[in-house]
């Protein structure tokens, strides 16, 4: 079974925005104040969580040239080690990488719901979750109208996502008494920081910034593979870096630093603070169109792991069909859809967050290892 070469330098530059882009940047930066305090590392740590992404990015280019086939991780390390270690690495993929972001992402999205809707709903758990769950099916069914649909839905998704996150951090930052707020910060006159609480951190960011390699997942979909994925991954992750530390200025510029810490919704007490009359549907709309193209950007990457697997006969033989109307691994899918589902219903946000940033950064390392067993020779051929 063979995908189709589809996916242009746009389309894949955007799934990887879209990719990192999700519930992490509105969600975890209160978490992150909360175990840093007061110094310069609540915004170091966005900056490294940043680089550590971008050097992955080159990392994965380098490997996604070599080996321009579906399934990112998983065909580099099966190629290298072997089919074990791509076999725990898939499994991780599929629980990890793209389940336990997708069902973290749904749980969010209810978190800044709930001020909407009825009582009933908002304190009701299993309500939460069930309307979790059904953002995840209506997305899945959607992508399941074909690969060029697919595309075009998230790429709109993504491009509006982007002009409001921009234009969120860029207003608040123009009205906010940043100097007055960020001073603090900046001069970095607190007490240090410990190991321990700067690991949860980093891990944390590490989270926000996971799916800078999303267009090595679907390699074997893009025109010019050569060309394209290293644009793609490049262009995707500079753009995100910038709009992360622009949006945590805005957080920690509006609002003082005491407020913010331990907070979840850290982006709807900014805006409340800015923009008190329209700070509900604002913020709401902002975080909608973030978690509709992280989800999106995850169903697309994510079964293309499952695909190469069951290609290699790791999975079942099911899961590598192709619809050949849609262009897409329609099974895979829907395959994926149920597991993040399965988390939404056992799974609490802060749970599924701290699992996911370690062992992501476990097998993410691993593959990067990769770059060790290539002759000198073939890396510079690329």
């Known amino acids: 079974m063979q995908l189709f070469r589809e996916v242009g330098l ?3 530059t955007l799934l990887v925005i879209g990719n990192i882009i999700g519930i992490g940047i509105f969600t975890t930066s209160g978490l992150i104040a909360a175990e840093v305090g007061n110094s310069t590392w609540l915004l170091g740590v966005w900056l490294i ?8 990015a080159i990392c994965y280019s380098v490997l996604a040239v070599r080996t321009p086939q579906a399934g990112g991780e998983y065909v580099f390390l099966y190629t290298s080690y072997g089919p074990l270690t791509a076999f725990l690495s898939g499994w991780a993929s599929l629980i990890i990488g ?3 972001p997708i069902a973290a992402s749904a ?3 209810v978190i800044y719901l709930r001020p909407f809707l009825p009582d009933s709903v908002s304190q009701s758990t299993l309500l939460q979750k ?3 769950a059904l ?4 997305i899945s069914w959607l992508l399941s109208w074909g690969l060029q649909f697919g595309n075009r839905l998230h790429g709109i998704i993504t491009l509006f996502n982007l002009a409001l996150t921009f234009g969120f951090a860029s207003a608040v930052l123009w009205l906010a008494p940043v100097s007055e707020n960020l001073e603090p910060i900046l001069t970095g006159n607190s007490a240090p920081v410990g190991l321990p609480s700067l690991g949860q951190a980093i891990v944390l960011v590490m989270f926000s910034y996971s799916g800078w390699n999303a267009a090595a997942y679907i390699a074997e979909e893009i025109r010019r593979p050569s060309r394209y994925i290293p644009w793609a991954l490049l262009l995707g992750t500079g753009t995100v870096i910038i709009a992360y530390l622009l949006m945590n200025l805005a957080y920690f510029g509006a609002v003082p ?3 913010l810490q331990g907070e979840i919704a850290v982006a709807e007490i900014t805006a409340r603070t800015i923009f008190p009359t329209q700070a509900g549907t604002f913020v709401t709309t902002l975080i909608l169109f973030s978690i509709l193209s992280s989800i999106t950007a995850m169903s697309i990457a994510g079964p293309r792991v499952y695909f190469a697997m069951s290609r290699n006969r790791l999975l079942p033989s099911w899961l590598s069909e192709i619809d050949e109307k849609r262009r897409i691994p329609m099974k895979s899918i829907y395959f994926q859809a149920a597991v993040a589902i399965s988390l939404v219903a056992f799974g609490t946000f802060r749970e599924i967050l701290l699992f996911a940033g370690v062992i992501l950064m476990l097998f993410s390392t691993l593959t990067v290892s990769v770059l060790l067993r290539i002759p000198r020779g073939a890396i510079n051929s690329v």
Do not use: E, N
Request: with cysteine; glycine share 14%; proline share 0%.
């Open 10 to 12: 746009l389309a894949a």
């Open 49 to 56: 969580g940043g680089m550590l992404a971008l050097i992955g």
């Open 98 to 100: 793209f389940s336990a």
């Open 107 to 109: 749980l969010g999205l």
């Open 130 to 132: 069930c309307l979790a």
């Open 135 to 138: 953002t995840i099916i209506i």
């Open 257 to 259: 630093l005491s407020q």
